[in-house]
């Protein structure tokens, strides 16, 4: 399973989803992930020209997969996520969106993720927590 999940982060940007959505791979480590999406014309949009909250929402489950799958454990099988919310504080414009994820706790079936999303300007845009499930 280890290889697999370091094929994902390896293949990250030419994973067919990530490339629709304009997302790439910034930064990853032991249970932190970075993302940005690259917004052009392509990028669906809400209120205002700002970053359609489903992108966002979508940004969250993705950059969390990277914060987990930079550490998974010896006998861990991903099951999935349980849950996950988003907390929408502002608009999201700019050219570049970013999502940083870090696993706050990690247990034996499920882990909880914090992400943030923030703008070209370093301004909190977003907030997702996500449970993760695995299978041992």
Known sequence: MKATME???????????????????????PSYGKIVLQKDENTPTGIGGSVHG??????????????????MREGEEPAGTAELNINYLRQTHGEHIYAEANVIKRGRQLSFVEVSITDDDDR???KGQVLYAFRT
């Open 7 to 29: 094929q994902f982060l390896d293949s990250f940007n030419e994973l067919p989803y990530h490339k629709m959505l304009g997302v790439t791979l910034l930064e990853h480590r």
């Open 54 to 71: 489903g992108v966002l929402a979508a940004m969250v489950d993705i950059v969390m997969l990277v914060a987990i799958f930079g550490d």
């Open 124 to 126: 909190l845009c977003a």
